[in-house]
């Protein structure tokens, strides 16, 4: 069983695919759309982002993925790490790019606004934002890709790990119908309400000179 034999029957009508950069060929990910499209004729009209599917190699070689692109956006994710990649991969054929609060508040700040004003689609991913990081995380989701939403997925790999801020927040930690709620996030900086959350910290670690 697969993704679109779980999905579809769900009514599902949104599928991303995730490649972490292993393809050498763009013709290796032609040829598999197109064995998709003729087996699951539904898939590709549910395809709305096809991520990182290239290794480093190919934006070096300043390999043309455009005939890529024409099935969904190819957005670029862990090679995207300043706007001079970007701007190089959006004349290749790439068409967007992933954000996340992880590689710091700044740089997601920098590349969406340099994303948005060039045209490309951007995507607000996760790399499991349990605690406060959630609060920072929908709220960059929120703004910077509202129409795809975003991805989260601390409350299925550290479920209590953010008990605390679920008091406060309730509609962070939980998603209903696939959605969060975020209208607890109130107040100065992000929004935290962090006196209100009763969080214990063990004491800093301390070394010996």
């Not at 509202?146 to 790990?161: K, R």
């Not at 605390?164 to 309730?170: I, K, S, T």
């Amino acid at each position: 069983m697969n993704v679109v034999d779980v999905s579809m029957p769900r009514r599902v009508t949104m599928l991303g695919v995730d490649f972490n950069g292993t393809v050498m060929d763009p013709m290796y990910v032609e040829h598999l759309f197109e064995r998709i499209c003729r087996n699951r004729p539904g898939v590709p009209d549910a395809l709305c982002y096809i991520e990182e599917p290239f290794a480093p190699e190919l934006l070096e070689r300043e390999t043309d993925v455009s005939a890529v692109a024409k099935w969904a956006p190819c957005v670029l994710d862990e090679s995207a790490h300043d706007w001079r990649v970007m701007e190089k991969a959006s004349t290749l054929g790439y068409s967007g790019v992933v954000v996340k609060t992880c590689k710091t508040q700044t740089e997601a700040l920098l590349t969406l606004s340099w994303a948005k004003h060039h045209g490309l689609e951007v995507l607000t991913q996760d790399l499991t934002n349990p605690m406060l990081a959630q609060i920072a995380h929908a709220q960059l989701g929120a703004h910077a890709s509202p129409g795809i939403g975003l991805e989260t997925n601390s409350m299925q790999f550290y479920p209590d790990a953010s008990a605390d801020e679920a008091r406060v927040h309730p509609g962070l930690y939980q998603r209903v119908g696939g959605c969060l709620d975020l209208k607890t996030i109130s107040g100065p900086g992000f929004g935290y309400r962090i006196h209100e959350i009763d969080r214990q910290l063990p004491e800093p670690a301390t070394t010996s000179w």
